[in-house]
DNA sequence: CTTGCCCACTCGTCTATACGAGTATGCCTG
DNA sequence: CAGGCATACTCGTATAGACGAGTGGGCAAG
């Protein structure tokens, strides 16, 4: 037998309304949510609590949770129950994170800020290879057809946050230390300024959308997470562009910062 | 009776796949729309014809169109059908759209741009008052308790793509054109500079989410599709802030675009 | 006490059915 | 010919039931 749910938690329905039995029910859980009756974290009644509270199918609970998931709230958790969604803790990036007084470390931009926010920070899914530039990348780093791309995905405390690619010109990289898993300190930019290629500035692309089904998986991404894809080319002073940056982000997990010039 | 499916449009389920049955009808549409068999604003099989294709319940076929809903790949018509969502034609935001010399003409970069891209821009929702700062508003501002709000909604071609409000401390705004509902030439930036604030730069924060029930009405959102949220501050050239503005936009109407200095 | 099993509870998947409401089309009537 | 209605098709909502599978606690056997 389900215990009955504690009164006043929720309300009743409005048969009279026009809005549907389970637009009703997900209103009602997600004002219980911003008014924090339920906690992050906090379990939300079960299905059958909630047939037996508002006298309907099983199905339309499900409905309300399903209008709750797309919109990032709560998640299930098959044999446990459905909970309030977290939020995690956001990485913020600063526009000024390649600048060259960041670069002088050992360590990746991502390790030392990681460390310093006190959280543990894991690189993965190490790859580096030549290959064909798509026609993107192509069009961006100044119609080159092969490319060495390097691909890596950052994780935060054990939870994938960010898979990128960087792209660049064979001529370039190819038998550099780029080309290899570990760039250096400093990374692939210190590297490429001592290749000669200082760098002048960087364009940034964002946009944001839902996952395809291979990003839900590289990055764990939870019902009702879009990602933000960003897309950063590097030009040197000479104003040819060195390096583009495919990135992908769970957009949970992060505040872009950027500083602009009133000009 | 429905018309049977064109043969080879579809494939056939894998009963001994562990996958769900509607994730493997979800996964054919999804590869179908992917690889062009349906484009952009077409109308997919309809929930019939797909329950006779594959031999599952309407229920099953319903499914698997709310998956590719949340994917934001598709959107249905009440009485028409399911449709593959056309991807709408995007703004472009440059980092350098504040610059002075974009301020010169007498109607707002937004409409001038508009104009510009081709498309038919209208602001709307108008409004125009004094109100409690909200935390994080009065936080930004440097302890302001009340702000003059400037609330308008952004449309191109009919379409609500932006929702903006303009936070401005009172001592600066009040009594001034910045109170009015038309700031006059060049916005509110120029009105700002006139009034001695000449300004220095810009600070913004982007975050991606899932919209608020709120929120999908205004902008009229599709299921699957998220927000940006943007937030600019404007500081003065002594450092102080001038104006925040807090801005949602329909994520998939917007690219936005930033150029960083390498330092 | 520890191990292992069973059971109760949870969500996941799927079927079958019913009715409602929005849309488009074609036919029938005036 | 024009207007209106009937109808068939679309998706939206809701019910009732069935079985499966993951989780965790309690109980019984070793």
Redesign the pocket.
């Known amino acids: 037998?389900?215990?009955s749910l504690p009164s006043g938690l929720l309300g009743d329905l409005d048969p009279t309304s026009d809005?549907?039995?389970?637009?009703?029910i997900a209103d009602q859980l997600r004002e219980a949510i911003d008014r924090g009756r339920f906690r992050e974290g906090e379990?939300?009644?079960?299905?059958?609590?909630l047939v037996d509270h508002?006298?309907?199918?099983?199905?339309?609970?499900?409905?309300s949770?399903s209008v709750l998931q797309g919109e990032g709230l709560v998640h299930?958790?098959?044999?446990?129950?459905?909970f309030v969604r977290p939020r995690p803790p956001v990485r913020r990036l600063a526009s000024d994170r390649f600048a060259r007084r960041h670069r002088e470390q050992g360590k990746s931009a991502f390790i030392v800020e990681a460390n310093a926010a006190g959280s543990h920070p894991q690189v993965d899914s190490l790859e580096v290879k030549e290959e064909k530039a798509s026609q993107d990348v192509s069009a961006r780093l100044g119609s080159v057809r092969r490319v060495l791309a390097r691909r890596r995905r950052y994780l935060l405390d054990g939870r994938p946050v960010e898979f990128a690619t960087s792209y660049l010109p064979l001529d370039i990289a190819r038998g550099t230390q780029i080309a290899e898993p570990n760039p250096g300190p400093g990374g692939i930019y210190a590297r490429l300024e001592e290749l000669g290629h200082r760098l002048d500035h960087f364009e940034e692309e964002i946009c944001a959308r839902m996952p395809s089904p291979a990003e839900v998986k590289t990055l764990h991404l939870a019902a009702g997470v879009p990602v933000i894809h960003l897309i950063r080319t590097a030009f040197d002073t000479e104003g040819r562009p060195v390096e583009v940056c495919d990135t992908v982000m769970a957009a949970d997990a992060y505040v872009l910062s950027y500083q602009l010039p009133a000009t």
């Open positions: 037998m389900s215990p809005r549907a039995v389970f637009r009703q379990k939300l009644p079960s299905e059958a609590e508002y006298g309907v199918s099983r199905m339309t609970v499900r409905n949770f299930a958790e098959h044999g446990k129950g459905v």
